[in-house]
T-cell receptor
Framework: GENVEQHPSTLSVQEGDSAVIKCTYS??????FPWYKQELGKRPQLIID?????GEKKDQRIAVTLNKTAKHFSLHITETQPEDSAVYFC????????????FGQGTTLQVKP | NAGVMQNPRHLVRRRGQEARLRCSPM?????VYWYRQLPEEGLKFMVY????????ESGMPKERFSAEFPKEGPSILRIQQVVRGDSAAYFC??????????????FGPGTRLTVL
């Protein structure tokens, strides 16, 4: 069945450094790849997404890249700040599969001041 | 995303009782997804509904769980005869209108179910 693998499970960086989280997906029909940030006890919040017709998208300090051939996509956060500390989830969905999101296992990012 | 409403925010049930979780999507939206998040885990798809119709229930446990989205009122996720393993956060998400599979999904605040 559909599967999304996410690595690493935990990531600790110094404030100002970059953080990279990687995901791979199994369903070659997947065409939409969102990233969510979830703070403790809160709802997942969409921070950026990418569709399969582009290879890269950037929004200020956040960027996502997509390699359809290899079936993997990555989240890049530059100039990290303590408020970036949270759990980050990648997900994938397919327009041919009712749009349900298949989530990765999550990455706990800790940004040390 | 602030427009997706869920209630109650916290629900405590004893084993064997029923839990009813409600979700109202963004105003004017007629589709909802339900996801479950077990402690320390990621989100798992449960069911996708539009008003008066279940579109995809491939993630729903075969027993004790049901969902509906009536013509009037919120979507309801119902868990009968709850067990401790049902303790989790249950989120609903409202997709932006248009074809599914390529649209942003905005999550409600969730219902945190605790089964004693």
């Amino acid at each position: 069945g559909e599967n999304v693998e996410q690595h690493p499970s935990t990531l600790s960086v110094q404030e100002g450094d970059s953080a990279v989280i990687k995901c791979t997906y199994s369903d070659s029909a997947s065409n939409y790849f969102p990233w969510y940030k979830q703070e403790l006890g809160k709802r997942p919040q969409l921070i950026i997404d990418i569709r399969s017709n582009v290879g890269e998208k950037k929004d200020q300090r956040i960027a996502v890249t997509l390699n359809k051939t290899a079936k993997h996509f990555s989240l890049h956060i530059t100039e990290t700040q303590p408020e970036d500390s949270a759990v980050y989830f990648c997900a994938a969905s397919s327009s041919g599969n009712t749009g349900k999101l298949i989530f990765g296992q999550g990455t706990t990012l800790q940004v040390k001041p | 995303n602030a427009g997706v409403m869920q209630n109650p925010r916290h629900l405590v049930r004893r084993r064997g009782q029923e839990a009813r979780l409600r979700c109202s999507p963004m105003k004017g939206h007629s589709h909802v997804y339900w996801y479950r998040q077990l402690p320390e885990e990621g989100l798992k798809f449960m069911v996708y509904l539009q008003k008066e119709n279940i579109i995809d229930e491939s993630g729903m446990p075969k027993e004790r769980f049901s969902a509906e989205f009536p013509k009037e009122g919120p979507s309801i996720l119902r868990i009968q005869q709850v067990v401790r393993g049902d303790s989790a956060a249950y989120f609903c998400a409202s997709p932006t209108p248009g074809a599914p599979g390529n649209n942003e999904q905005f999550f409600g605040p969730g219902t945190r179910l605790t089964v004693l």
